[in-house]
C-alpha cells in the first residue's frame, strides 16, 4: 500500500491519500479523541501522539497535530496508523457514528435553505475538499448563513478569505436574499 500526502492550505493540517476508499457515502468529523469512539481509523490515528484532529473524506484523511510538534515526527506514526486499520479489514466507521452532512432546516426559508445547499454541494464542497476539508450548512437567520468548517478548513489562516471572498460572494451573487456568511463551530 502507498499512501500519498499532500500539503494543505492550513500548516497544521496534512492531507493523506491512501488510494482506497475512506468512507463510502458523506465525511466524518473527529474534532478530538473522544469524539473518535465509533470509528476504529480515528482511533488508530489518535493514537499517534500529537494528533488534535481527524476528518475522513471519501478517499481522503486530513489530520491535524498539536502547534508544538512537527510532521517529520508525526508522518511515519500516521502512515503506519493507516496502513495498519486497512491491514485490520476494519471499517473505518462503525454504524453511522460521526457522519457530518447539512443540518436540516424547516420554515419560511426553506427554498432558500435549499438553493444555499445546492451552491455548496456543487461549487463549495468539491473544492474545499480538494484541501482536504469540508463546509457544511448550519443554519440562516435574516439573510446569515451559518456555515461549519472542518477538517484542514478548521483552524486554516486563509479560511476568513475563503468564507468572506469566496462564499459569500457566490451566493450573494446566486440568491439575493444571503447577505452575510459567517463560521460556527468549535474549531474556527
Not at 497535530?65 to 486497512?86: F, N, R, S, T, V
Request: with cysteine.
Amino acid at each position: 500500500m502507498f499512501i500519498q500526502t499532500e500539503s494543505t492550505p492550513n500548516p497544521a493540517t496534512l492531507k493523506f491519500l491512501p488510494g482506497q476508499p475512506v468512507m463510502q457515502t458523506g465525511a466524518a468529523d473527529f474534532p478530538s479523541a473522544e469524539a473518535a469512539a465509533a470509528s476504529p481509523l480515528a482511533r488508530r490515528i489518535f493514537a499517534v501522539e500529537g494528533v488534535t484532529a481527524v476528518f475522513l473524506g471519501s478517499d481522503f484523511i486530513t489530520v491535524t497535530k498539536a502547534e508544538d510538534q512537527e510532521w517529520a515526527h508525526l508522518k511515519p506514526g500516521i502512515l503506519g496508523a493507516i496502513m495498519e486499520h486497512y491491514q485490520s479489514g476494519e471499517p473505518a466507521i462503525e454504524g453511522a457514528g460521526g457522519a457530518v452532512d447539512h443540518a436540516a432546516h424547516d420554515g419560511p426559508d426553506a427554498r432558500i435553505v435549499e438553493q444555499i445547499k445546492e451552491l455548496l454541494d456543487t461549487r463549495v464542497r468539491p473544492a474545499v475538499a480538494q484541501d482536504g476539508g469540508d463546509i457544511t450548512f448550519h443554519g440562516f437567520d435574516r439573510g446569515v448563513v451559518y456555515l461549519h468548517m472542518q477538517g484542514a478548513c478548521a483552524g486554516c489562516p486563509s479560511s476568513t478569505m475563503t468564507l468572506k471572498m469566496g462564499i459569500e460572494n457566490l451566493l450573494r451573487h446566486y440568491i439575493p436574499e444571503v447577505t452575510e456568511v459567517r463560521p460556527v463551530g468549535v474549531n474556527v
